[in-house]
Nanobody, 122 residues
């Protein structure tokens, strides 16, 4: 079974920075796309950033984090990162690592980490 383990969350003041890590139990090259989602209390889970996991690198960011957050990968370490700068109180949420793979039968496989809490104080 695929396991994704997030780390790096915590409490930070507005304007501060955090770096989240998502370590996979195996090679991230088996996935097509990996990304970060977040969910705040009373709100739906939303995509924050995504990155292709193999081949040429492509990125996607939510408009609310463009210019502040950067997603990256390290295939040798089987890890995806989310560098979060200029944090705002509205960034407060549980952040979840996600990995997707299209199998040989063209079925989507979707994996999630357990989440890591990010709290930004004003």
């Amino acid at each position: 079974q695929v396991q994704l383990v997030e780390s790096g969350g915590g409490l930070v003041q507005s304007g501060g920075s955090l770096r989240l890590s998502c370590a996979a139990s195996g090679s991230i090259l088996v996935f097509n796309v990996m990304g970060w989602y977040r969910q705040a209390p009373g709100k739906q889970r939303e995509l924050v950033a995504a990155i292709t996991s193999r081949g040429s690198t492509n990125y996607a960011y939510a408009d609310s984090v463009k210019g502040r957050f950067t997603i990256s990968r390290d295939n040798a370490k089987n890890t995806v990162y989310l560098q979060m700068n200029s944090l705002k109180p509205e960034d407060t949420a549980a952040y979840y690592c996600n990995a997707q793979r299209i199998d040989r039968a063209l079925s989507l496989e979707n994996y999630w980490g357990q989440g890591t809490q990010v709290t930004v104080s004003s």
